[in-house]
């Protein structure tokens, strides 16, 4: 995973120079531009045994990894010489009033179309650790992703031990077959989709799985040292459950935020999620080479890709080993023990255990008092089958996923577009419910009815408004966790329990000291999650389900945050080289149609 930024003489003279000013006068830290292109093409990849042509960044899967300071100005330009409509999404970044480089498609901009291209501009303010980027359109991140890793500002140390060495790991998943075909197959027929082939480190699924010993991805490590290792889920569609065997992780940030610092011998990350964990490497080589595990964690009922991903850690020999008898070949090799695939528990414990650093350096700046309240149930239902069709959801209905029973159909106009030029009149409304419009026994028996609503309804928030959010899963076609993810901002997890939410009771135990703050956050299997945010970064910011399977079925919204009063609280004007048309998708063809399965004039 290379990175494409290549400097210029000018840019060498711009270090060479930075380089001097903080020897001579080490503050302020200096920020730079960087300069990136990322190529989408067309590139052969084998895995298990089996050879297909996918989209691809820069010939690379997984994509180039791209490297910035905190305060630095990102340019990235994307060229699609694809024949798919792309658009990228710079996962966790603020978007400070540069909603237009945000990247969900239909959501802060149209796709970039064949042949076209889009630079992706923004700042990084106050933010430094793991995050990454993925195309934001389709299922088309199931290849196109890469690490996107923010250093502090020079100078800067970490709040914790420096590493001896840094190691990106990102979770992926492989399809031998298209993931587009599957996706769009699903919709049609309003079944599940087929499920992975194998899960991959690095791009790498590892020798569990036949023919793919060749294809493992191998840490090699130097006894007594400790190793950052930099851990992202971008799986499609399944949390995953992570350990190296004898070994154990010190985890010190979720989301690009310190956590105070804390050991697990395993850890659980959800699609979207990033993880910063320690490794100590032990104190002399211990004749052995270790597995490094993932495996779903599972809550729903649905089916799942039920294999295991391995990596192999190996100890580097000094000479004193190399003369000894043993040999790389003959070491044991030991396998780590991870929690069942439904345990809960254990995800609960995990959870709970991650806390904000909360002191003077890195305070936790926690909404103590709170101007809209919402309460958003999550989970799946169905559309009815259109007629003259027959379809496989259950019972010969489609499946389908809302946010408080209101499916999201994505609009033929960028929504950030419509919100800026003042022509939301067509494209959306501004009536998206507050509370459930009929509420019920959320975690109980399952009402009769399933159906749910569709439209392209948003929530309007005046610029600096503090909003708490309850998301509450639902027993509609089974309890499951669902990972949701808010564009534009971090937000701080005040509360999780399961069963119902209790207004009356349940804030008197929220965490208003030092929740940990991240941008993706599970909504635990039968049970709900508290969040807390300052509204003050104007956009329009899409938040969804990341199961790629549950967006797909309508698990997503937005919200309109208004400008300021004040000119640094307004977004910016457009970029001149914004993709501006919109072209129908099967996403938009399928939210033509109703749940009587006739096709409507939408308000689009």
């Not at 049609?188 to 699924?205: E, F, K, R």
């Not at 350096?361 to 069709?389: E, M, Y």
């Not at 960028?414 to 959306?428: E, R």
Request: net charge positive.
């Amino acid at each position: 995973m290379g990175v494409s930024f290549l400097p210029s003489p000018a840019f060498l003279g711009l270090l060479l120079f930075s380089f001097v000013t903080l020897s001579l006068h080490p503050k302020p830290a200096v920020a730079i531009t960087r300069h990136y292109k990322l190529d989408v093409m067309l590139q052969n990849v084998t895995r298990l045994c089996h050879t297909k042509s996918m989209v691809t960044v820069n010939g690379k899967f997984p994509g180039p990894r791209i490297v910035a300071r905190e305060g630095d100005r990102l340019l990235i330009k994307v060229v699609n010489n694809v024949q798919n409509n792309i658009s990228i999404h710079w996962h966790g970044i603020r978007q400070l009033r540069s909603g237009w480089a945000d990247g969900p498609a239909y959501v802060t901009q149209c796709p970039i179309q064949t042949g076209q291209s889009y630079v992706y501009n923004y700042t990084i303010v106050g933010q430094r650790g793991t995050l990454w980027w993925h195309a934001h359109i389709s299922w088309l991140r199931s290849t196109l992703y890469g690490p996107l890793i923010i250093l502090p500002k020079l100078g800067t140390p970490y709040p914790f031990v420096k590493p001896y060495k840094e190691v990106p790991i990102i979770f992926g998943e492989w399809f031998n077959a298209d993931p587009e075909a599957i996706i769009n197959q699903a919709l049609q027929t309003g079944g599940g989709p087929n499920v992975s082939d194998a899960y991959t480190i690095n791009g790498l699924p590892g020798p569990l799985y036949n023919c793919s010993a060749k294809d493992t991805f191998k840490l090699k490590v130097k006894p007594g040292k400790t190793y950052l290792l930099r851990l992202i889920n971008a799986a499609l569609n399944d949390e995953l459950l992570f350990s190296i065997a004898n070994h154990t992780f010190t985890v010190v940030e979720a989301d690009a935020v310190y956590v105070k610092p804390f050991d697990t011998k395993t850890l659980l990350i959800a699609p979207g999620q990033t993880t910063n964990v320690l490794l100590k490497t032990k104190p002399h080589h211990p004749n052995a080479k270790f597995f490094m595990t993932a495996r779903p964690y599972v809550t729903g009922q649905g089916t799942f890709d039920n294999s295991t991903v391995a990596g192999i850690l190996e100890y580097e020999e000094s000479h004193k080993t190399i003369q000894s008898s043993h040999s790389t070949k003959k070491l044991p090799l030991f396998k780590p023990n991870l929690p069942p695939l439904n345990d809960t528990s254990f995800a609960t414990k995990f959870t709970s255990k991650l806390r904000s650093l909360a002191n003077a350096q890195f305070p936790a700046n926690v909404p103590q008092k709170v101007d809209r309240q919402f309460f958003f149930t999550v989970g799946l239902g169905t559309n009815s089958c259109p007629q003259n069709q027959t379809c496989q959801g259950p019972n010969g209905t489609m499946f389908a996923a809302s946010v408080n029973n209101v499916s999201f159909a994505m609009p033929t106009t960028a929504l950030l577009q419509a919100h800026h030029f003042g022509q939301s009149k067509d494209v959306y409304t501004p009536d998206f419910p507050v509370n459930p419009l009929t509420p019920f026994n959320y975690t109980g028996n399952p009402p009769n009815n399933t159906i749910v609503s569709n439209g392209t309804k948003l929530v309007v928030l005046p610029f600096n408004t503090t909003v708490e959010l309850i998301m509450q899963d639902t027993s509609i076609l089974g309890a499951e966790s669902h990972p949701l993810h808010l564009h534009g901002f971090n937000f701080f997890v005040v509360g999780q329990g399961f069963g119902n939410f209790d207004p009356n009771k349940d804030p008197a135990n929220f965490n208003l000291i030092d929740p940990v703050e991240r941008n993706t956050v599970g909504v635990p299997s039968g049970g709900w999650v508290a969040i807390r945010f300052l509204a003050d970064n104007p956009g329009v910011w899409f938040m969804h389900c990341h199961l790629e399977v549950h967006t797909s079925w309508g698990l997503k919204m937005a919200w309109v945050v208004l400008d300021g009063k004040l000119p640094n609280q307004k977004l910016l004007p457009p970029p001149a080289d914004l993709p501006s048309f919109c072209p129908m998708s099967i996403y938009l063809q399928r939210s033509l149609i109703t749940h009587d399965g006739i096709e409507e004039k939408k308000q689009m």
